[in-house]
T-cell receptor
Framework: QQPVQSPQAVILREGEDAVINCSSS?????VHWYRQKHGEAPIFLMI?????EQKGHDKISASFNEKKQQSSLYLTASQLSYSGTYFC?????????????FGQGTILTVHP | DTGVSQDPRHKITKRGQNVTFRCDPI?????LYWYRQTLGQGPEFLTY????????KSRLLSDRFSAERPKGSFSTLEIQRTEQGDSAMYLC??????????FGAGTRLSVL
């Protein structure tokens, strides 16, 4: 089942902070976060694995609550370049590990 | 540039025609995924390969769709007898181990 992202859209001014949430109804092995600009490839931001391991960009932080099957992406001191659509992709692990199920996306707009 | 190349970037075809897309993954990546993305939605999993073996196909992938990854290198996705509902962005991603999936910029298919 598709994870649910909230909010659906966020509008910020440069320098403001935002939190994007991702919630799944299934047990998760990992959560992957991407940003996509119109007509471009989804760009990797962060991977959070069951057990606490994380990999990602220095300026991005995220959390993963394994028990609640939820993840949050924290964007601080936003820049104009942060604008785009943010997707979380969930991986249930097991025999189909690696197959990501994506949320519907959160549109982030940063204004000067 | 994520290192994953897709060709062509855009394809316009008439209903009923066959189309083929190519994906060149990052060279040392043994896993290759195909996803489909429609406007305003997150990517949806279609199929994936580990080396040359196709390990899983989504129910979204009708008999008109076929994918190959000869010799575990590049991959092709063919759609036979295209329908208007096939219009979408087709994304390829590659991965090594349990780690980050790097996406290509996609092939945008328009079926007239």
């Amino acid at each position: 089942q598709q994870p649910v992202q909230s909010p659906q859209a966020v509008i910020l001014r440069e320098g403001e902070d935002a939190v994007i949430n991702c919630s799944s109804s299934k047990a998760l092995y990992s959560v992957h976060w991407y940003r996509q600009k119109h007509g471009e490839a989804p760009i990797f931001l962060m991977i959070l694995l069951k057990g606490g391991e994380q990999k990602g960009h220095d300026k991005i932080s995220a959390s993963f609550n394994e028990k609640k099957q939820q993840s949050s992406l924290y964007l601080t001191a936003s820049q104009l370049s942060y604008s785009g659509t943010y997707f979380c992709g969930t991986d249930g692990g097991g025999t189909s590990y690696g197959k990501l199920t994506f949320g519907q996306g959160t549109i982030l707009t940063v204004h000067p | 540039d994520t290192g994953v190349s897709q060709d062509p970037r855009h394809k316009i075809t008439k209903r009923g025609q066959n189309v083929t897309f190519r994906c060149d993954p990052i060279s040392e990546h043994n896993r290759l995924y195909w996803y489909r993305q429609t406007l305003g939605q997150g990517p949806e999993f279609l199929t994936y390969f580990q080396n040359e073996a196709q390990l899983e196909k989504s129910r979204l992938l009708s008999d008109r769709f076929s994918a190959e990854r000869p010799k575990g290198s590049f991959s092709t996705l063919e759609i036979q007898r295209t329908e208007q509902g096939d219009s979408a962005m087709y994304l390829c991603a590659s991965q090594t181990g349990v780690s980050i999936q790097y996406f290509g910029a996609g092939t945008r298919l328009s079926v007239l």
